[in-house]
């Protein structure tokens, strides 16, 4: 594997935004493989493979090569070691920045044992695992959700059955494919690629969902002809999850306050012949007073720290701190207190998280259970999903009954 100065320049692009501005990880990722369409695909692999592996093991890299992050060619020095590390051959590497491929290589074998250093995660999110789960779980999961996401697929039963699409990927893709227990309808693909140029995706035979992700919608529990309303719904991939087990009978109300997703979303209802569907702006205040009382289940997918993705965002560990996370959380709480009013007597109100830490989930829905509003409300049962038991990403769940 040959690592050539334009490509190198690609990802010292990509580190640069994700790392230094504080972009998204996937966005950026995209939006640099469509301005370099001339490479070819295993140049758009190398690059994907440099920034990804180079935001998740940054801390491990800086060790390595004893990196001043002050530097003026710290990303470039970042590259450099990423690419010794690994073994990738980068002739122009000494050119490229300051750093002598000598003393990297001494340095590999002998890099601080610290937990931290070796996960590569900041001291506080070391600490904040080993408070809540001790020294056995906590390395299990952060070792787990060090490694690359697995590839899950959601069967879309409006229009086939998960025995016909495992064959057909087979058959016409050369796709290998496994089912999952206990999620009837989920298959993992056997080797990470891309699939959504395929003509079965444009049909809307299936979606790209982790697998804990699928979970969510099944916990819910909904059932044809219910109201439900999903806040925070995103680009919609639990809404169009709970419109499939609902059979594409009954409404649910999607909102969120992105034009770019709503736009994502209604794609995503049309190839997948989902039409139960209608998608309000969070911001719209007579949300709150039209739906008072109304619905059968809310399903708040609340704004976190992401800390259980980590699998396929890593950036998320260097974007967050302790202060982003307690604003996050009265952002919760605040959503928990106003959405909550929107479940009719005797339905559910469903609180989620991609993230596995008290703080932001059982802690949370603890406190709103002592507020007015939730005094009507009972917890019927919450799970933690952790990455280490499910291959999928860290979640939370809780389901509450209002009385």
């Not at 020095?77 to 010794?84: D, R, T």
């Not at 169009?240 to 997703?261: C, E, F, P, Q, W």
């Not at 969070?282 to 800390?307: H, M, Q, R, T």
């Not at 996050?328 to 991609?354: D, H, M, P, R, W």
Request: with cysteine.
């Amino acid at each position: 594997m040959k690592l050539y100065r334009n490509l190198a320049h690609g990802i010292l692009e990509g580190v640069q935004k994700v790392l230094g501005n504080r972009r998204a990880l996937r966005p950026t990722l995209k939006n640099i493989l469509i301005k370099n369409r001339k490479w070819g695909s295993n140049d758009r692999k190398l690059v994907g493979k440099g920034i990804i592996e180079i935001i998740r093991w940054k801390r491990k890299f800086d060790v390595i090569g004893k990196l001043n992050v002050k530097s003026k060619n710290y990303y470039k020095n970042l590259i450099v070691v990423w690419s010794i590390y690994n073994d990738i051959e980068f002739e122009e590497c000494l050119t490229f920045s300051e750093l002598k491929k000598d003393n990297i290589c001494n340095n590999i074998s002998i890099t601080n044992s610290k937990r931290a250093f070796k996960n590569s995660i900041p001291d506080w999110l070391d600490s904040l695992g080993m408070k809540t789960y001790g020294k056995v779980i906590w390395e299990k999961e952060i070792q787990a959700l060090n490694r690359p996401a697995k590839l899950f697929l959601r069967t879309n039963t409006l229009k086939t059955n998960v025995k016909k699409l495992q064959a057909y990927l087979k058959e016409n893709h050369k796709v290998n494919t496994n089912k999952v227990s206990n999620i009837p309808n989920a298959l993992v693909v056997e080797e990470n690629k891309i699939l959504t140029n395929l003509d079965i995706y444009k049909k809307g035979w299936f979606e790209i969902q982790d697998l804990n992700s699928q979970k969510i919608s099944i916990f819910t529990n909904p059932k044809p002809n219910m109201l439900i309303i999903d806040t925070c719904a995103g680009s919609g991939g639990k809404t169009l999850h709970l419109a499939t087990i609902m059979r594409n009978k009954g409404r649910i109300i999607a909102t969120d306050s992105s034009d770019r997703k709503r736009k994502q979303l209604e794609n995503r209802l049309k190839r997948n012949g989902i039409s139960i569907v209608e998608y309000l702006n969070i911001e719209n205040k007579g949300l709150l007073k039209k739906y008072y009382n109304s619905a059968n289940i809310v399903i708040i997918d609340a704004p976190c720290s992401g800390l259980g993705v980590l699998k396929r965002n890593p950036a998320a560990k260097w974007h967050i701190n302790p202060n982003r996370i307690r604003q996050l959380v009265g952002i919760q709480k605040q959503i928990l207190q106003e959405y909550a009013t929107l479940v009719k007597s005797g339905g559910n109100l469903i609180y989620a998280t991609c993230t596995i830490f008290p703080n932001e989930n059982q802690n949370q829905i603890k406190n709103f259970l002592k507020s007015k509003i939730g005094l009507e409300f009972n917890l019927e049962k919450q799970e933690i999903l952790l990455s280490q038991n499910t291959d999928g990403d860290g979640f939370y769940m809780a389901k509450l009954l209002k009385s």
